[in-house]
């Protein structure tokens, strides 16, 4: 059953404030540093380049329900297709080869028949083929991958799965063959364990953070609070999605907030301002 939660509108136009601040290309920069980008990255070198952004939507749409985090399970999935990468020239073996890495995956073990019947029901759709086929730019425009997909899973655009997969294509252009574009506004961010628990550690919803899967069986109230910050920070949900899930990375309700905010700029010590110490304090205001 659903929840509802109370949005703190003041608390957006403060978090939305910073990011704006800091800008879309602080926010892209930092996708370099994403486990899951560098994973495809290392694909480039063994698979056909133009076939890695395929690659990336495929898993993506069985990239749930895992039993190991996220960053080690695509460093498994990478790993195993540079090994069978000579076999994959087209959209069928791609999901075949996707379904094979299935059968032997440590990390992707639930639910695995519904996952390679979920498989086989893109690899029927000519339509992804066609929409394949045009160039990324058109792809991503209009979301034209996103509906394309939905329709021919028979699902909801604005599942995680479905617009995880559009951020691993985008991701597999900008790792292999450079294209680096600014993703449409209007796609949601991914929600997941660690964006939900943001969105409440931020305290943008009034909701216990030790209760994050109920937070989450009410996705569509967190993929509005951060389409709203999107809106007023001029960045799009889906270029936040990869620093608000390395934020979430470090998030632990048991640990102290200075050791938090130590681990966090740490991992980012890179790209450090005052600003980005200014919005990780404020994403974890509540702990």
């Not at 698979?47 to 990239?63: E, F, Q, T």
């Not at 997969?165 to 680096?180: E, F, H, I, S």
Request: with cysteine; glycine share 2%.
């Amino acid at each position: 059953m659903k929840m509802s939660f109370n949005i703190n509108y003041k608390r957006i136009e403060r978090i939305s404030s910073i990011i704006r601040s800091l800008g879309l290309e602080f926010f892209k920069s930092i996708e370099i540093i994403d486990p899951q980008f560098n994973s495809l990255s290392r694909l480039c070198s063994f698979c056909n380049p133009k076939l890695v952004p395929l690659l990336g939507i495929v898993n993506a749409l069985v990239s749930y329900a895992l039993n190991c985090r996220g960053e080690k399970y695509w460093n498994e999935f990478c790993s195993h297709m540079a090994l069978h990468c000579n076999s994959i020239n087209n959209i069928e073996s791609a999901i075949s080869s996707v379904i094979e890495f299935l059968q032997i995956s440590q990390c992707n073990k639930l639910y695995k028949e519904a996952k390679v019947r979920r498989l086989k029901k893109l690899l029927l759709c000519k339509n992804i083929e066609i929409v394949l086929q045009k160039q990324c730019h058109e792809v991503l425009a209009g979301k034209l991958l996103q509906k394309t997909l939905a329709k021919c899973l028979g699902t909801e655009q604005e599942l995680k799965t479905i617009v995880f997969a559009v951020k691993m294509y985008y991701y597999g252009y900008k790792a292999c063959l450079k294209t680096d574009l600014v993703l449409p506004m209007d796609i949601p961010i991914p929600v997941d364990r660690r964006v939900a628990l943001i969105t409440c550690t931020a305290n943008l919803i009034d909701a216990d953070c030790k209760d994050i899967k109920t937070v989450m069986k009410s996705s569509d109230i967190v993929r509005k609070i951060w389409s709203y910050i999107a809106e007023l920070s001029g960045v799009p949900a889906l270029h936040l999605d990869s620093f608000i899930w390395i934020i979430g990375k470090h998030v632990n309700l048991r640990r102290d907030k200075p050791s938090i905010v130590a681990s966090i700029l740490n991992e980012l010590r890179d790209f450090y301002c005052e600003d980005l110490e200014k919005l990780v304090k404020e994403l974890i205001f509540k702990l």
